[in-house]
């Protein structure tokens, strides 16, 4: 099983729409995690931190449910500028330092 | 205020021919992170290194593939020997500490291709 597993889409949505992408994660033991975006060709660019509570960035809302071991992104009122791939990221646990784990990757195409 | 510069953008390489790969941390970081892109998949870690020292290399292909992060100058990436299979693009990091909550930002990567 993956570490970390992503639909890897794509998702195809019109401009103005509600898109959630789903991530799940094989190691109970993980604490933190993330939301990066990349553009084709580019850098992963850390979106945002995905906290126990929840967390709401603009447009953006992250949760994580530790319990399923599971983390999820909602954009709401896409816009064309939000095509891209989003990668759902977690740390390993246990290695003493920030080593990231990527999933593969959604990828987001809103149309007008 | 610079991020973190890689060079060269993109290198290409025959087969059997070094690759060198340069980071430069943000101003005062002195924690590098290396990973990679293969076409179609994941980023996967490969190296962390502090100056002048690997403190996790359990990414790194046993053969043919080295980092060092000297006391003055950029982390080289040294790909020795190169096969097609390592056409990738490769991305480095850095920051302040080993262990931080924050995520880390990304060099712009080397676009690795062997002809």
């Known amino acids: 099983r993956k570490e970390v597993e992503q639909d890897p889409g794509p998702f195809n949505v019109p401009e103005g729409a509600t898109v959630a992408f789903n991530c799940t994660y094989s190691?109970?033991?993980?604490?933190?995690f993330f939301w990066y975006r990349q553009d084709c060709r580019k850098e992963p660019k850390l979106l945002m931190s995905?906290?126990?509570s929840g967390n709401e960035d603009g447009r953006f809302t992250a949760q994580l449910n530790r319990a399923s071991q599971y983390i999820s992104l909602l954009i709401r009122d896409s816009k064309l500028s939000d095509s891209a791939t989003y990668l759902c990221?977690?740390?390993?646990?246990?290695?003493?330092?920030?080593?990231?784990?990527f999933g593969t990757g959604t990828r987001l195409l809103v149309s007008p | 205020n610079a991020g973190v510069m890689q060079n060269p953008r993109h290198l290409v390489r025959r087969r059997g021919q070094e690759a060198r790969l340069r980071c430069s941390p943000m101003?005062?970081?002195?924690?590098v992170y290396w990973y990679r892109q293969l076409p179609e998949e994941g980023l996967k870690f490969m190296v962390y290194l502090q100056k002048e020292n690997i403190i996790d290399e359990s990414g790194m292909p046993k053969e043919r593939f080295s980092a060092e992060f000297p006391k003055e100058g950029p982390s080289i990436l040294r790909i020795q020997q190169v096969v097609r299979g390592d056409s990738a693009a490769y991305f480095c990091a850095s920051s302040t500490r080993g262990q931080d909550n924050y995520g880390y930002t990304f060099g712009s990567g080397t676009r690795l291709t062997v002809v």
């Open positions: 190691n109970s033991a993980s604490q933190s």
């Open positions: 990221v977690i740390e390993a646990p246990n290695t003493g330092f920030q080593k990231l784990v």
């Open positions: 101003k005062g970081h002195s924690h």
């Open positions: 995905v906290y126990s």
